[in-house]
């Protein structure tokens, strides 16, 4: 009964929601597209992922997460397991990981690459330029939560499901005419996790629950009636490097309460008895500071969490929970339509996404991004890595860390645009920590001030490169990120951000390479060497991502100096070295060229397209501004193919949205979904790695709407696949946020709310017209499809069609 009421709440909340933006854009003259909810059944798998069996496999659990605990949830029925994870419990400890005497070799090096000779180059930079250890260290796995339900017959009518509105995790079935019900969530108020178990039958909840870890110096002991420990320490045996200090420490708690029934401790757990239903939290922390201190007490961090919420209902817990989620996750709806496929389970549709009538299906997958991003990275938590906050492996893929040549930034690029932009303070915490450790390697490794940062961190803040000179030295790692800073005072407009967070970081990332570009002998250009073009190619002079990044550093430094009335030598200077800098170039094939020199391989279907990254996620590159430019980007993505890994997919679904191919960029997105989704809807590499999710988020966003060519474009590559819908709640740059709808492939009309009072410019493939409570906006049109507006900070701007 509560589980259909709530159902019906969100239906309800749904119906008001786009109720009242009909009422909205009824008034301005047209109506919404909105595709018809089929059946309750429909509706209410509308935003969750269900299924109907335990998962068998890591891939198949649901993730939960608050940003800093996240748990995998399997929904066994005689054995419940859920594997945990706290974003702070990494092998190491704090370690500076530059090479001394790097310096001094890097004029031999830039010799040997001008000389062509790269594998010298790449012998001698791999014996004295790289990182000391030569790789970092790992994200781990905390512990597993067990549940074991004793003498269980038989079930029916199991359902497994993940609520994405509300972020709880929810298991049911039925045994000998009693219903179970158990449901999981990951309070960010309250920073645990929280188990509820409930029988509709009194007295029928009976389980024993202990907890177990895969690393290898744990223990487990009681902590009075009603509660356990799971303590532990990493071991130091990985990176052996003369590294001085401790490893981390590590504690996790469980307090079990129920309403009737018995709790003892026995040498199985705690174990229940005859209970109506149970409530279980689960605390967990390490000794972690900061990347240089490791000296807290987790024990003590543990009992104050513990102390705190002992005394809360679980109705309180699950109330503020889930109104801390929905603050965020209402603020974006996506309507693509709905079809009978929503009630088939999740896996099922992944597996026919591409055949079958499903556009909810791509709806799902957008929001489900969204969750992952909430789950994964909150303030005060570390930013998402490779897996976010979720992994069960001592010895990760690629350690599961920050990999920062396309990774962790796509991570990210769904937080502006997608209006969660509080869950990139994060990536802002890590890249204040990364100045600290790279204005050493940018002193040591190259003799330049500011910093410098490469392609992979680890909690240690390891700025140097790693793993082989061929990939590892790659110097614009730290400047791609600074983008992120840049965008999220594009979209929010925060001066104070800007002037006291921001600048500073771009400012010091600008002058390392004021002092490490170099004249190319060949050209007279200013290129960046030794460097590469990620992950191919091996080490050379002047890769074209690097010049990309390094112009838009620049010209972000420049702007932003300029809104702040400062700095004017500098901005004078950016501008004197930022002409210089090698342009992009069209090569012998139509190509846009890769490298220096025209070799590119119109065969080669490498996964990575680093040297498109000005036509995404930078903006030098448009159809409209650029178009030979564009057109030599399109040429790329030919050559390269359609195939490649979860993220590879993913961010040509953005290129081809860029490029305001609609139906190619939906081509990409049915291969990412149905190609390299897992069962619980995770991107595969392959293995898991979750960036593909996000890159796959922002894609369809980029797909209703963009904004970095500097003025908003509603429906810039709409797909033919989805005819009819709208979006509501999506942000472009200058402080507005969008709502757009749809009909027939063509807009319908939409709504604009200016945060800041800047003047709005929309780009429409149809003629349209501005309303503001109920008069019509004086409008401009300095060119064919598009308006230009003032607008009131605070102001709502409806668009409508102009006959």
């Not at 392609?455 to 793993?467: F, K």
């Not at 797909?719 to 402080?735: D, E, I, Q, S, Y």
């Not at 003629?767 to 906006?777: L, N, Q, R, S, T």
Request: contains cysteine; aromatic residues 8%; hydrophobic residues 35%.
């Amino acid at each position: 009964m509560a589980e259909t009421c709530e159902i019906r709440r969100v239906v309800t909340d749904k119906i008001l929601l786009l109720g009242l933006l009909t009422v909205v854009l009824l008034a301005a003259g047209f109506v919404i597209a909105k595709a018809p909810f089929l059946d309750f059944e429909s509706t209410k798998n509308a935003s969750r992922l269900w299924y109907n069996r335990p998962a068998e496999k890591w891939t198949e659990a649901l993730p939960i997460g608050n940003g800093r605990l996240g748990a995998m949830v399997f929904g066994g029925i005689e054995d419940e397991r859920l594997q945990f994870n706290e974003d702070t419990l990494w092998t190491g400890k704090p370690h500076d990981y530059s090479h001394p005497g790097a310096a001094e070799y890097l004029p031999v090096v830039r010799k040997l690459l001008f000389e062509g000779k790269q594998r010298e180059a790449e012998a001698l930079a791999m014996k004295q330029m790289m990182s000391v250890p030569l790789r970092q260290h790992a994200y781990q796995p905390f512990g597993d939560l067990n549940l074991h339900f004793p003498n269980l017959q038989e079930p029916s009518d199991y359902r497994r499901e993940l609520d994405l509105d509300t972020a709880v995790a929810r298991v049911t079935y039925t045994v000998d005419g009693v219903k179970f019900t158990r449901e999981v969530f990951s309070s960010a108020v309250d920073q645990v996790i929280v188990v509820r178990i409930t029988a509709d039958k009194d007295g029928s909840v009976n389980f024993t629950a202990n907890m177990s870890s895969p690393q290898p110096d744990t223990s487990t002991v009681t902590v009075g009636k009603t509660q356990m420990a799971l303590r532990g320490q990493i071991r130091a045996d990985r990176h052996p490097s003369g590294m001085e200090g401790s490893c981390l420490k590590f504690e996790a708690r469980l307090l079990v309460s129920t309403d009737g029934g018995k709790v003892k401790s026995t040498n199985e757990g705690l174990e229940v008895n005859g209970a109506n239903e149970t409530t279980l939290l689960l605390a967990a922390a390490t000794s972690f500071i900061n990347f240089q201190d490791v000296s807290a007490d987790p024990a003590a961090r543990c009992e104050k969490v513990i102390k705190r919420v002992s005394g809360k209902s679980y109705d309180t817990l699950r109330k503020a929970h889930v109104a801390d989620h929905r603050r965020l996750f209402r603020r974006v709806s996506l309507d693509l339509g709905i079809t009978d496929a929503a009630n088939r389970p999740t896996d099922e549709r992944i597996r026919t996404f591409g055949k079958s009538n499903d556009p909810q299906l791509a709806a799902l997958y957008f929001q489900f991004g969204r969750y992952l991003l909430i789950c994964s990275s909150r303030p005060g938590s570390q930013p998402a890595n490779l897996q976010g906050i979720w992994n069960d492996k001592i010895k990760p893929p690629w350690e599961s860390k920050w990999t920062t040549n396309i990774n962790t930034e796509m991570n990210y690029w769904p937080a502006e645009v997608c209006n969660i932009s509080e869950c990139h303070e994060p990536l802002f915490d890590m890249l204040d920590d990364l100045v600290i450790s790279g204005r050493k390697t940018a002193k040591v490794h190259y003799g330049c001030r500011g910093w410098v940062f490469h392609h992979n961190t680890d909690l240690w803040r390891g700025t140097a490169p790693i793993n082989n000179s061929n990939h590892g030295i790659w110097v614009t790692g730290g400047a791609w990120l600074t983008r992120h800073l840049w965008e999220h005072y594009q979209f929010t407009g925060d001066r104070k951000f800007l002037a006291e967070r921001a600048y500073p970081v771009m400012k010091e990332a600008a002058i390392f390479f004021v002092d490490f570009l170099i004249e190319d002998p060949e050209t007279g250009r200013l290129i960046s060497t030794p460097s590469n073009s990620p992950e191919q190619g091996g080490l050379v002079a002047g890769p074209t991502m690097d010049h990309q990044i390094i112009r838009e550093l620049f010209a972000n430094c420049i702007e932003a100096a300029k809104i702040l009335g400062i700095d004017g030598d500098f901005r004078r200077k950016l501008t004197e070295l930022r002409s210089r800098v090698a342009p992009n170039q069209i090569g012998q094939h139509g190509q846009l060229q890769e490298w220096l020199q025209d070799k590119d391989n119109p065969r080669n279907q490498h996964r990575h397209i680093s040297h498109l990254y000005a036509l995404h996620p930078g903006c030098e590159i448009t159809p409209l501004k650029t178009p030979k430019l564009a057109e030599a980007c399109r040429v790329t993505l030919t050559h390269r193919g359609d195939g490649g890994t979860g993220w590879s997919k993913a961010w040509k679904v953005n290129f081809r949205a860029r490029l305001l191919d609609g139906d190619h960029a939906y081509k990409m997105l049915a291969g990412l979904i149905t190609g390299s989704t897992l069962p619980n809807m995770f991107d595969s590499c392959p293995p898991f790695q979750i960036d593909g999710n996000f890159g796959g988020t922002a894609g369809i966003a980029e797909m209703l709407l963009q904004s970095h060519a500097g003025e908003i474009h509603l429906l810039p590559a709409l797909p033919t696949a989805w005819l009819t819908g709208n979006v509501k709640g999506l942000c472009a740059r200058g402080g507005f946020e969008v709502d757009i709808a749809w009909e027939n492939g063509k807009l319908a009309g939409g709504a604009i709310r200016s945060k800041l009072g800047s003047k709005c410019r929309i780009r429409a493939e149809v003629p349209v017209k501005v309303e503001c409570d109920g008069k019509v906006v004086k409008t401009t049109i300095p060119e064919k499809n598009v308006v230009e507006f003032e607008t009131g900070a605070g102001k709502t701007y409806i668009i409508s069609i102009t006959k």
